[in-house]
């Protein structure tokens, strides 16, 4: 793809205006950790993605440091959340995502209402339920000796926990995913305009459903919630409610498939955490660096300069959690996984807007690797399968079929 020069704002230094591959909503068979990304990290630590917007069509300031990554998240002065996902602008609308796109002082008073509600304590609740559905998930194809993991796994054992904790159907699982895949992935205009639409719609009506008859689930508890001591108003539950949908249903699906394909092509790692499986938790904050997979938004509201660049109010900067968690300034050797290792990482982001469900996803994940390695025999991509994977804004492991020998 090459820069389109009309889309490329003046004061961008042409020689910084290019692709960048990890956004670029197309198939790759090409491993985004362990081959574009080096490449990316032998560029300048700030260059203009031509694409990183395909709806509508807009360039982006890219980091690839870690330190510039993490001063950025810091800086809630000069770079900001208000309107970086323009969903509701794509639909002539002005409601913000609660609380990602809110920023001080009203975010504070949001997120402080909803962290009890995401602690530890809170989903250690759930350990029962999520093991219990990854048992019975597994049970389906243990004794078939294959698995399409992607999608008899990845998928529905994360979505359905999210489904349940919203109180939305199970047996509307895929539609929701078609929403989500069009909120998210598609570079179709109407499809993504369509399925915001879609949604708010949807999501109004189950609010309106819990206004009669309340529920014990996400969504009636957020109804409950103040900030700055009044009530939420009936759209500010629809922001959160729009947010716990949208990060729901596809971040952790994208860490399982990449966690899974690094086990089944890395042998020995499978082997050491089936060995001592007290050593999982640990591995997987390695495996999360190693495979960051999102890549979030900030506007810019303060004329600024990194690295001598200009970063004028109004132009996006993209946070890209693969580039920040490899980056070889700040870990040594990135592209080795060491399971022993203890990373500070970005995968979940940094500062007052870090993942709010980071002890769900984080839970989520050591169940199901317990769960896998306890309940299948070493496995492994099945042979001559070219693994692709999906390049948007939370990349994916599309399809990973995976193989064991009969026990």
């Known amino acids: 793809m090459n820069a389109d020069v009309d889309t490329i704002p003046a004061h961008v230094p042409p020689e910084l205006a290019m692709p960048f591959p990890l956004t670029s909503r197309q198939t790759s068979y090409v491993h985004p950790h362990k081959h574009l990304v080096p490449e990316l990290h032998k560029g300048p630590p700030i260059f203009f993605g031509t694409n990183v917007f395909p709806v509508p069509p807009r360039g982006c300031w890219v980091l690839t440091r870690a330190e510039d990554l ?46 009890p509600g995401f602690s530890p304590r809170e989903m250690a609740k759930q350990e029962t339920k999520i093991s219990t559905r990854a048992a019975e998930l597994i049970n389906r194809f243990k004794d078939k000796g294959e698995v399409d993991f992607i999608k008899d796994f990845a998928v529905p054992f994360p979505v ?169 300034a700040a870990y040594d050797s990135p592209q080795e996984v060491r399971l022993d290792r203890r990373p500070v990482h970005l995968s979940l982001g940094h500062g007052i807007h870090r993942c709010l469900g980071a002890h769900l996803a984080r839970r989520e994940l050591k169940v199901a690797m317990q769960d896998m390695l306890a309940m299948l025999p070493e496995f492994r991509v099945k042979p001559g399968f070219k693994v692709p994977f999906q390049m948007t804004n939370v990349m994916h492991v599309m399809e990973l079929p995976l193989v064991w020998d009969p026990a």
């Open 160 to 328: 359905s926990i999210v489904l349940d904790l919203l109180g939305l159907p199970l047996d509307r699982m895929y539609e929701f995913l078609d929403w989500e895949y069009n909120l998210l992935h598609t570079a179709i205009p109407d499809d993504r305009r369509n399925a915001i639409a879609t949604l708010k719609q949807f999501l109004y009506e189950e609010i309106e459903k819990r206004e009669k008859n309340p529920t014990d689930d996400l969504i009636s508890r957020t109804m409950q919630l103040e900030a700055d001591g009044r009530p939420w108003t009936k759209e500010e539950v629809f922001g959160h409610c729009f947010n716990l949908f949208i990060g729901g249903l596809d971040t952790v699906t994208a860490n399982l498939g990449f966690h899974f394909h690094h086990l089944a092509t890395h042998l020995d790692d499978q082997r050491l955490l089936r060995e001592d499986p007290s050593r999982i938790e640990q591995g997987i904050l390695e495996l999360m660096r190693a495979y960051a997979a999102v890549t979030t938004i900030r506007v810019c509201k303060n004329e600024i300069k990194i690295h001598g660049v200009t970063i004028k109010p109004g132009d996006r900067v993209a946070m890209s959690t693969p580039l920040g968690s490899n980056d070889p």
């Open 70 to 115: 993490k001063a950025v998240y810091e800086n809630n002065v000069d770079f900001i959340k208000k309107g970086n996902s323009m969903f509701a602008p794509m639909i002539g609308e002005s409601w913000d995502v609660i609380p990602t796109e809110l920023d001080p002082p009203k975010h504070t008073a949001f997120r402080r209402a909803l962290e």
